[in-house]
């Protein structure tokens, strides 16, 4: 038995010899053609001439193998064999680490050792000057002794046109040298470089090297090729174009996307009065390299209008309004209107208007108004103004305008006149929401001057200076759950210097103009003052309240009334020299020229309905009857 297993075991030997040397035989024949092109082949991480990357055996000293695990993400990495791109990540989360914690006058050291033949060589990673305070993976080291603020270099010396890259960094980073304070100089480099137009811009910190008492900050900043506009894109609109709206915000091809510009676009777009909400915009890439693509989503509002309003008053007839506004006409931001106010006793106004957007791509509106006032056949006072605007800063809006104007007399009153004056205006918008204010105020101040020709049948054509004045005031206050206290005051004065005042100078209070209770026009002056106090009672926030209402106003009028022949001189009663006013004046002004004060009450109610908002209104004056009170039924809606 013994002899038979020597045997057996003998050729189990011979056998495993043989084997090994015919698969040694079959390997040398099979690796001879890669053997014949290694020289050409290229090495990748290793040794040259190797088609496969070196391995090593890695050494971690100075860095606790926790912090190695964390890094890496593996329980026992030394146990394994490393390549030299892993080595070199490790290396920089390593140095990464001592920056985060203030470990600057670390070195992380990188030895490597290569192998011979098929045996791995040694990588050595040392971190070295940290001493105890090497970093673990639950505790952080504390700083060592402050330096003096980073220098910085940038790498490459390319800043992208950013001017004094050195002055940016140090504006971020507050003269610190805390990670933090490095953090926020590296941002500041980034929005520098943004704020040009490169929106591709990448601030990377290269290495951070100690230098005596202060620190040496190597940084890489790739700024990249500016951005132009290319499109935009308005999500949420469906009849504004986007050719238009980039108009209206000032976009325009081929210009640098800069932040400024960007938010210049926005608050055009949101003082256009085209939009309910204007959300963040963003730039994506364009169709082209180095082209961009800004996405603004909106809200579309209602841009066109109309409200009418009918009224009736004792012994003045049907009174009304009817105002039509188109707004955003075919997408373009465009808009048009026409307006109609009958005051009583033949008393009618008529008007048109129309505005551009934006005169020439620019943030500038231009708009052209046409007005006709017209009393039975006797009197017709027409005019017309070009105006141009825009919209300074958020919720601002400046305005100037020429303005010309005529008036004819007929029947006993012959004469003309004509004006050519400018305007300029200046209105903050602050009240909101604006459908049913319940906080914020408002003001607008107009300022008009010019010359106004006044020529009378057989009399020489006279030239004096005018000037117009407005100024008005509007606030509202939240009282607590649904009331709300509005109140709101106009001035306006017309001043012609020495002589008569013209009778189409006028200004009115009364119904719609400022005291409720009272026919509109009741009375007028070459100075008023209206004001109003209201107690709402908020139904509903697009319009719907409920409202107490107290009016108060003053008129007078500065000297006599003239419409279309002058004032004469003659003789009194008593033989003193007096005005003799021409009783035509009077029955054209309809209206009580009186100096005093006024005042009106009453309530209101205004409600939502399917098709927009319904309202009525009663006015009374004081010691008046019921039954001579005012009312007017309102309706307005939206689309």
């Known amino acids: 038995m013994t002899r038979a297993r020597g045997a057996t075991w003998d050729v189990r030997m011979l056998w495993t010899r043989c084997a090994r040397r015919i698969w040694v035989w079959a390997a040398l024949v099979a690796a001879a053609p890669l ?25 971690v000293l100075g860095v606790a193998d926790s912090v190695v695990a964390a890094e890496t993400g593996e329980t026992r990495p030394l146990d394994r064999l490393w390549v030299r791109a892993d080595i070199d990540r490790l290396a920089g989360r390593i140095r990464d680490r001592l920056a985060v914690v203030g ?5 992380v050291r990188l030895m490597i050792a290569e192998g011979n033949g098929t045996s791995p060589g040694l990588a050595t990673l040392s971190v070295e000057g940290a001493g105890a305070t090497a970093p673990s993976a639950s505790t952080a080291a504390p700083a060592p002794r402050t330096p003096a603020a980073p220098a910085l270099r940038i790498v490459p010396l390319d800043a992208g046109g950013v001017h004094d890259p050195a002055a940016v960094f140090a504006r971020g980073a507050r003269g610190g040298v805390s990670p933090q304070a490095i953090a926020g100089g590296l941002d500041a480099l980034r929005d520098a470089a943004v704020e040009l137009g490169r929106y591709a811009a990448t601030v990377t910190l290269d290495s951070i090297v100690p230098a005596g008492d202060s620190l040496r900050v190597h940084v890489r900043l790739a700024a990249g090729p500016p951005v132009v506009f290319d499109s935009l894109e308005i999500p949420g609109a469906s009849v504004t174009r986007p050719r238009s709206a980039a108009t209206i915000a000032g976009l325009h091809e081929g210009h640098v996307l800069t932040p400024d510009r960007i938010a210049e676009a926005r608050e055009r777009l949101r003082s256009s009065e085209l939009f309910a909400w204007v959300g963040e915009p963003r730039v994506v890439p364009g169709a082209e390299p180095g082209h961009g693509h800004v996405v603004i989503p909106v809200e579309e509002s209602s841009a066109s209008q109309f409200e009418g309003a009918l009224g009736v008053a004792p012994g003045e007839g049907l009174t009304g309004r009817v105002d039509l506004g188109l707004g955003n006409i075919a997408g373009t931001g465009r808009a048009a209107g026409a307006r109609w106010v009958g005051f009583g006793n033949g008393r009618s106004l008529y008007a048109l208007h129309y505005r551009e957007p934006s005169l020439f791509g620019r943030a500038v509106d231009a708009s052209l108004a046409l007005d006709a006032d017209l009393a039975d056949s006797l009197f017709s006072h027409t005019s017309w103004s070009l105006a141009l605007g825009g919209r300074p800063a958020w919720r601002t809006r400046a305005e100037a305008a020429v303005a010309h104007s005529g008036t004819i007399y007929t029947g006993s009153g012959r004469g003309s006149s004509a004006t050519w004056s400018v305007r300029g205006g200046l209105s903050w918008e602050g009240l909101a929401p604006a459908p049913n204010p319940s906080r914020g105020w408002s003001a607008s101040l107009d300022a008009e001057g010019g010359r106004r020709t006044d020529v009378f049948p057989g009399i020489e054509e006279s030239r004096r200076g005018l000037w117009r004045g407005r100024l008005h005031l509007a606030s509202a206050a939240p009282l607590g759950g649904s009331r709300v206290l509005f109140g709101s005051v106009r001035a306006e004065q017309v001043s012609l210097g020495d002589g008569e005042f013209p009778v189409e100078e006028l200004r009115y209070l009364g119904g719609s103009e400022g005291l409720r209770g009272h026919p509109d026009r009741a009375f007028a002056g070459s100075r008023i003052l209206a004001m109003t106090l209201e107690q709402r009672w908020i139904t509903d926030p697009r319009g719907g309240r409920a409202y107490l209402f107290l009016d108060g106003g ?44 006024e005042m009106g009450y009453g309530a209101g109610l205004q409600t939502r309905m399917a098709s927009g908002l319904m309202g009525v209104e009663l006015g009374l004056r004081p010691g008046a009857a019921l039954r001579e009170a005012t009312i007017h039924i309102r309706y307005a809606s939206r689309w």
Do not use: E, F, K, M
Request: with cysteine; charged share 15%.
């Open 35 to 59: 053997l014949l092109l290694a020289p050409c082949a290229r090495g990748s991480d290793g040794v040259a001439g190797s088609s496969a990357p070196s391995r090593y055996t890695l050494r």
């Open 103 to 107: 470990r600057y006058d670390a070195l």
């Open 554 to 597: 003053a008129h007078a009028l500065d000297a006599p009334l003239a419409a279309g022949s002058p004032a004469n001189a003659g003789l009194g009663t008593d033989g003193s020299s007096v005005t003799v006013v021409d009783p035509t004046s009077a029955t054209l002004s309809r209206t009580v020229l009186s100096d005093g004060w």
